[in-house]
Structures are given as structure tokens and as C-alpha cells.
């Protein structure tokens, strides 16, 4: 650890408690927390877009797990060599995810998967879900975050700002085990998630956005912070011509998302009249005669 006089951003001591023979993580508990605060946004989002109450948690039943699985194998398959070059870790160490490492467009890929088999049992539009549950994921991805700070993980280069981050010898990569203080990107980029939220709120709310265009938002300018968090990041990752593989992921889907929400304004205006498959739109009689035999 750096010295406890500097003022500096301390890492915790373990990011385990043991409760009897049961390991409580905190990396699992801020994932947790974040899915339970991404459901809860996105239900009362869902409502005012005209779904049904509750709808939400059970796209969570399919997302969630889609996510987890998606995100891990993203992690894995971007940096592959951790676990499986000359002295990787081997495949049961990519297994533990309680250890860190889950790539956020893993999860988004793994996670639209799962929405799209819930919305499809339910005769729902996935565009509508996406942008209701749009603000709550980045809000989701600002708590997960603190995951990582609980791990010493994914920090960024050496730096001696009043904000470094401690981080014990045991953590630090290899060559920079003459450095304590570290700039603290998992903070960096919690900050911008909540930015980036209400940025998606307050034009979701200020042009009536519809169609996708509010999930789409939100990769774009979360794509932003992303590309240049990874630019001080200094954690092992796959390298393209010397350069991370997810700054290149970052440019490219940011590139989609923008493209997505030009054509999707030009050629479907405003937001959706229902969010519900013309095949599938419950009947308003039939819904008054439900309402009314209860």
C-alpha cells in the first residue's frame, strides 16, 4: 500500500468477508446491486411506455443470465493469452468469474439475446424494451464498477494526482512494481455511467425518442468514455497493432450505434404507438373484460 499520509485513494484490504463456511464477494454484490437498480428503473420506464408492470423482471430472468455468460466469454476471448498462452491461467481460472473480468459488450450481446427470447414469448417489440431499460443498465455498469476496486483491478497507468489509487505489490503488473498510486479508471468510468444516464434521460424526455434511438444513445456516448478509459488502462489485453483490441470495439460500435440512430430518426420519426407486435397487441376488449372479472 502507498503511504497512508498522501491523501491518495485507498484500495480495500479484501473484497471477500466470510460469513460462517459462505464467501461473500463484493464484486458479486455489486453486480447484484446494479441488476436489481437497472430492473427497477427500467420496470417504471416499461410503464411509461405502456407495458405492463413487472414485464421487466422477467426479461431479467433470460437478460441476466444471457449477460453473465456473454460478458465472460467476451473477457476470455479478448484476452485469451491470460488464460491460455505460454503460462496462461488455464480454462478453470476462466471460469471463476468472482474474480473479475466480464466485457461489458459480452453482456450487452448476451443480454439482448435473452430480452429478444423474453420479448418474443411475449409478443413484445425489443426496440421499445431497449430504451426503457436503456439509463438503468448505464446505472448498472456505474455500481458494477466498484467491483473492481474491490478486486485492484483494471486500473490505469501510474500517477501521483491527489486522486491515485493504492494498489498492494501483489496487484501491480509487471513493470510497474515501483509505482504505489494508480489512476483510479474504475471511478472514472462509474462517473461517466451515471453522466451518461442522464444525458439518455434528458433527451429521451426532451425529443420523444423511440424506436431504439435511447439504447442507441447510450452505446454512443458510453462508447465515448469507454475509448478513453482504455487508453489509460494498463491491465494485459489483446493488442492490435500495439493497440487494445477495445479501443477498436469501442470506435467501431460507436460508429454503429450513431448510424443506427440517424437512420432510425430519417426513416421512423418520434417513438412507437405500442410496444407490443401488431399480432400480439392485447384486444382493448378483451383487456376491459379481464379488468373487470378480475
Not at 464498477?145 to 491527489?162: D, K, V
Request: aromatic share 12%.
Amino acid at each position: 500500500m502507498g503511504n497512508a499520509n498522501t491523501g491518495f485513494i485507498p484500495s480495500p484490504e479484501s473484497g471477500v468477508w466470510e460469513l460462517g463456511p459462505v464467501p461473500v464477494r463484493a464484486y458479486a454484490l455489486c453486480i447484484l446491486l446494479g441488476i436489481v437498480v437497472a430492473v427497477w428503473v427500467g420496470n417504471k420506464r416499461w410503464v411509461q411506455r405502456g407495458g405492463k408492470a413487472g414485464f421487466i423482471t422477467d426479461v431479467a430472468l433470460w437478460a441476466v443470465p444471457f449477460g453473465i455468460v456473454g460478458a465472460r466469454l467476451y473477457h476470455v476471448a479478448t484476452d485469451h493469452s491470460t488464460y491460455f498462452g505460454p503460462n496462461g491461467l488455464g480454462i478453470v481460472a476462466a471460469l471463476k468469474i468472482w474474480q473479475g473480468g466480464l466485457g461489458i459488450w459480452g453482456a450487452v450481446a448476451g443480454g439482448a439475446l435473452g430480452a429478444w427470447i423474453a420479448c418474443r414469448r411475449s409478443g413484445v417489440l425489443l426496440p421499445p424494451l431497449a430504451d426503457a431499460i436503456a439509463p438503468g443498465i448505464a446505472l448498472a455498469q456505474a455500481i458494477g464498477r466498484w467491483g473492481n476496486w474491490f478486486n485492484q483491478e483494471l486500473f490505469g497507468s501510474p500517477t501521483t494526482a491527489p486522486w491515485g489509487l493504492q494498489i498492494d505489490l501483489a496487484n501491480r503488473p509487471a513493470g510497474f512494481e515501483q509505482y504505489e498510486t494508480f489512476h483510479p479508471t474504475f471511478l472514472y468510468e462509474s462517473m461517466w455511467c451515471i453522466v451518461v444516464a442522464f444525458v439518455v434521460l434528458w433527451a429521451d424526455r426532451r425529443f420523444n425518442l423511440g424506436h431504439g434511438r435511447v439504447f442507441a444513445l447510450y452505446v454512443a456516448t458510453y462508447c465515448l468514455g469507454r475509448l478513453v478509459f482504455e487508453l489509460v488502462r494498463i491491465d494485459n489485453a489483446t493488442l492490435i497493432f500495439g493497440v487494445r483490441i477495445n479501443v477498436f470495439t469501442s470506435v467501431l460500435v460507436a460508429a454503429g450505434a450513431v448510424a443506427y440512430f440517424v437512420l432510425s430518426a430519417i426513416k421512423r420519426p418520434g417513438r412507437e404507438a405500442s410496444v407490443y407486435r401488431q399480432d400480439s397487441e392485447p384486444k382493448p376488449e378483451l383487456v376491459a373484460a379481464s379488468d373487470t372479472d378480475g
